[in-house]
Structures are given as C-alpha cells and as structure tokens.
C-alpha cells in the first residue's frame, strides 16, 4: 500500500512556475513508475508526464512537452513536477500517482495508487 499526498499548486499568473511536490509513504517509492495527470472542470482527467523507477525514462503529454519536468528522489520517497511558462489551460487539479507497469504508462487505469490531488491555477 502507497499513500500519495501532493503539495505545492497555487495561484500564479500566466508565464509563471510552480513546483509540485508528490511524497510517498507505505512502501518504498522506487519500486513504482510514476505519473502526474490533471484534470480541469468539465473534462476528463489526461496524463501529464510520468517517469520510470530510477529516472532513466521520462515520458510527456505533448501539451506540456519543454515547459514541464517530471524528477523523482527515491531517497526522500518523493517526485517533483516542474511547471514553467505556465498557461491558463494548465489550470486544473493535478494528482500523483503510482504504476505497477513498465516503462511509463499514461493511461490512468494503468496506476493503482493515487493522491488526493492539489490545485493549480494560472490567470491570464
């Protein structure tokens, strides 16, 4: 079992960044890919990026291709999204979670643990 709680969405203006924090507690995050997807009012939740057990393999939506990065620290069970040049279509709940699956899924059903999510806002 994996407990994943997201931290670090706020408020920022357009062109902006913010940094996401996802911290793992339960088992060792290591032993997980990781993913961060979002999903903002009225749509379905999309993949965002995701990244493999020891962060050799990164995979992102082309939406976010060279704005986001995806890191992880195994050491400190935790895994980071760096949101720069931020755009009011990035606006939405992000969540974190943990695939079984190998390299980097991003499909959703693919992760078996998830975060509560933290909201991102960015105005124009």
């Known amino acids: 079992q994996v407990q994943l709680v997201e931290s670090g969405g706020g408020l920022v203006q357009a062109g902006g960044s913010l940094r996401l924090s996802c911290a793992a507690s339960?088992?060792?995050?290591?032993?997980?890919?990781m993913g961060w997807f979002r999903q903002a009012p009225g749509k379905e939740r999309e993949f965002v990026a995701a990244i493999s057990r020891i962060g050799r393999t990164t995979n992102y939506a082309d939406s976010v291709k060279g704005r986001f990065t995806i890191s992880r620290d195994n050491a400190k069970n935790t895994v980071y999204l760096q949101m720069n040049t931020l755009k009011p279509e990035d606006t939405a709940v992000y969540y974190c979670?943990?695939?079984?699956?190998?390299?980097?899924?991003?499909?959703?059903?693919?992760?078996?643990?998830w975060g509560r999510g933290t909201q991102v806002t960015v105005s124009s």
């Open positions: 339960g088992r060792t995050v290591s032993t997980y890919t």
């Open positions: 979670a943990a695939s079984a699956r190998f390299p980097v899924p991003t499909i959703g059903s693919e992760y078996i643990y």
